[in-house]
């Protein structure tokens, strides 16, 4: 067991609380830049849109995990991210990497409008109102072909800098996407700790306290939303470079509801959930596929196998591990730290509403 | 962490396979027992019907080819992925076959949108793109050494089409009803070009929605210009909506869809509404009591290998994977890209086992065929009226 000494307040909002993170996450962070020696074009390929999913999974995370609003709508903003960089790629000579701040920013805008009016519901009528904005981006996406290529979609310019053409599908590119990862988790990470985050938390758990503690409910929603929407944006910008080709069914309401399935099979309430998440939602239907070409042909060549396995994996999921992946590992470690004396208990829900807000 | 250590594993040891499948390749996807072929198609969503029976004709075809213990002495390994008519799935499926499987050649992928998506990168990994499952002009234009086409484009079926009508029955008076699509547009492009070649002018057009259910309004107006025959850029609903709206509205006129329209649920919508609906076609649908010997037994054959009964789909797909066959004997024992496409470039007037115009290809030229049968339901089934039509 590890006793943390504290010497100083700041302490208290370190990213690595001690030694034990710095092994960790340095181990993690080893593996994922050492990935392209010992993984194939495949892979990399793959992980490349894993990192593209996390990113929005991230943006989602901090709405849904750490301010309590649920959002069905989150492909629609997924999708503005990348077609907005795909059209500043075709309308002006910009690199790929100004480009992709301006198409996150100009998502947030969007969502911040968006998020004044919305956010005066909660729960479920909020889910049915983020809902429709999937329904209606894909009819514009559909509908304004100037801009959008309609049904037919429209090619994306492929990024390059200074001359050199990246590979969506190889190692190079991959970089640019870990980068821009680690980019947006050490900002969620120091927003979190910052008073805007911690406001946003105060919300999740009880807006009657939050408001009794002087935090603007409203503003605090409306910023958690352009920032949440700015942050998914950013993902599909980069996913736009990963596709090289927008269709509007890229963006549809199955992607919404893949992001929030995403975040909870991770982890509700972890940025590191967001991350497990797009791994889990991106590489199982993948392994599956692989699988299947090792079975019989009369099983594997069952049409829609893929899909049903991958629902009935995540069922079993949602039912025998709620807090996700990451909270998992949370019980796993305890488990091992405070070795032999872990309660079950540890991890039940402490937390109790007040009958008012609870069926919000 | 846990995920990742597992992860690192499996990437470990599908490198190991990955390291070990190459050391024996001298052409991706070749060695000298095997070749690798590929499929992204929808086994899944909205088009599903027309990707299974395809899939499973191909199947088939490989399959009669390995039980002859494969071509020139490689086996056809026959790799399909399911993209459920999306896009993103599609890309994703193209990264397996093409980094993972190392695929020779893709045939038959399915759909113009997942086609554009993934040719980019097929082509960067110097991947034929064989007989995609879509006629759409985009396939072969611009001209690329590796994109094959064995049939009449949507184009080239109502260009056709239009001649047909113009010239043989004397219509004036040509009009187009069309999805305000790339695939719709197309269809109006072919009506078009092809008036303008016989002086005359389109009468009237009209174009909707993909999902479009009222067709009240169009008819109403294509009647007003006294159209005589609707070249017809549609699909499945939005070719029988317009049909059978003109049909209770009292409007006898000539509808002509493309081959996206000559499928058993058209011909057999309702037992018989649609008789009198045309399509134009690059093969002919066999029916399971079908007096031809030979089409019989095909057909009883594919129901023993599917399990199931074949669509006009299974009948393109069975096509293309045998004219894959033939390219592979024709390329010879050194199989590679460049033997390969010499192969297909050498085939000339070569008739499918499935029916269809005799195809033949040539050095700048990878489009089997530019003709097209035209169709007419009778009786609740797609009886073809003439021999393969050009313009």
């Known amino acids: ?360 | 962490m846990k995920t990742k250590a597992k992860m690192l594993l499996a990437g470990v040891s599908g490198a190991a396979l990955i390291a070990s499948g190459a050391a024996s390749a001298q052409t991706r996807g070749v060695t000298d027992t095997e070749v690798v072929v590929g499929s992204h198609t929808a086994l899944t969503g909205p088009v599903a019907p027309w990707g299974v029976g395809q899939a499973a004709g191909a199947r088939m075809a490989f399959a009669e080819a390995n039980a002859k213990g494969g071509v020139h002495g490689r086996k056809i390994k026959f790799i399909v992925e399911d993209h459920g008519y999306q896009v993103p799935k599609a890309v994703q499926a193209a990264n397996k076959l093409l980094n993972r499987d190392k695929i020779f050649a893709m045939v038959g992928a399915l759909g113009t949108p997942m086609n554009n998506a993934v040719l980019p990168r097929q082509i960067k990994a110097n991947v034929p793109n064989f007989v995609p499952f879509t006629a759409s002009r985009q396939m072969i234009e611009p001209y690329h050494r590796l994109k094959f086409l064995a049939f009449a484009s949507y184009y080239d079926q109502m260009r056709a089409a239009t001649n047909y009508f113009v010239k043989e029955k004397g219509f004036k008076k040509v009009c187009a009803l069309y999805q305000d699509t790339d695939y719709g547009r197309e269809i109006l492009q072919a009506v078009n070009d092809q008036l303008k070649a016989l002086n005359l002018k389109i009468a009237g057009e009209s174009a909707h929605s993909p999902r479009e259910k009222s067709f009240v309004g169009a008819i109403t107006k294509l009647r007003k210009a006294g159209c005589q025959v609707t070249m017809m850029g549609t699909i499945i609903t939005d070719s029988i909506g317009p049909f059978l709206t003109a049909k209770k509205l009292g409007w006898k006129s000539v509808f002509v869809g493309t081959i996206a329209t000559y499928d058993l649920i058209v011909a057999g919508f309702k037992k018989g509404l649609m008789n009198g609906y045309y399509a134009m076609t690059s093969f002919e649908m066999i029916y399971p009591d079908t007096a031809d010997p030979a089409q019989k037994a095909w057909a009883d054959a594919f129901k023993k290998y599917a399990g199931r009964p074949h669509t006009g789909a299974s009948q393109l797909g069975y096509g293309s994977g045998v004219l894959f066959v033939e390219a592979l004997k024709r390329a010879g024992k050194n199989l590679t890209v460049d033997s390969f496409i010499a192969a297909m470039e050498s085939l000339k007037n070569y008739q499918m086992p499935i029916g269809g115009p005799p195809l033949t290809f040539g050095p700048n030229d990878h489009q089997g065929s530019t003709e097209a049968y035209l169709a007419v339901v009778e009786n609740a089934r797609w009886k073809t009226l003439t021999k393969p039509l050009s313009y």
């Open chain 1, 1 to 360: 067991m590890r006793f943390v000494f504290k010497t100083g307040y700041d302490q208290d909002i370190r990213f690595f609380k001690h030694t034990g993170y710095w092994q960790s996450y340095g181990f993690l962070f080893l593996t994922a830049v050492t990935a392209p020696l010992y993984l194939g074009n495949f892979e990399i390929s793959e992980l490349t849109q894993a990192i593209s999913f996390a990113i929005a999974g991230l943006g989602l995370m901090l709405l849904v995990g750490f301010t309590g609003q649920v959002s069905l709508g989150h492909a629609a903003f997924f999708g503005i991210g990348a077609y907005a960089q795909a059209w500043l790629l075709a309308s002006f000579d910009i690199s790929f990497l100004v480009a992709m701040p301006i198409a996150a920013v100009f998502t947030g805008i969007i969502g911040f409008l968006l998020a004044i009016p919305l956010l005066r519901m909660t729960g479920i009528y909020l889910a049915i109102g983020t809902l429709a904005l999937s329904i209606v981006l894909e009819q514009i996406l559909k509908s304004w072909k100037s801009v959008t290529g309609g049904f037919d979609g429209m090619a994306v310019e492929p990024a390059s800098l200074l001359g050199y053409q990246f590979n969506p599908d190889s190692w190079d590119f991959y970089y640019v996407a870990l980068a821009i990862l680690i980019l947006v988790l050490a900002l969620c990470a120091n927003l979190l700790r910052s008073p805007t985050g911690r406001a946003m938390v105060a919300v999740r758990d009880s807006e009657v306290s939050a408001r009794s503690m002087g935090v603007n409910i409203a503003r605090t929603k409306i910023t958690a939303f352009g920032i949440s929407t700015a942050i998914t944006g950013l993902g599909g910008a980069l996913f736009a470079h990963k596709l090289q080709y927008l269709a509007p069914d890229g963006f549809n309401l199955i992607i919404s509801i893949t992001f929030l399935l995403m975040i909870v099979v991770g982890g509700l309430g972890s940025l590191q959930g967001a991350i497990l998440g797009a791994l889990v939602v991106i590489l199982l239907p993948q392994a599956i596929t692989i699988m299947k070409d090792y079975l019989p042909p009369s099983i594997g060549h069952q049409p829609g196998l893929e899909p049903g396995i991958f629902g009935l994996l995540l069922v079993a999921f949602i039912l025998f591990e709620p807090m996700g992946i990451y909270g998992r590992w949370r019980k796993i470690k305890l488990f091992f730290d405070i070795f032999p004396v872990y309660r079950k208990a540890t991890f039940r829900r402490q937390k109790a509403y007040l009958k008012t807000e609870r069926m919000r």
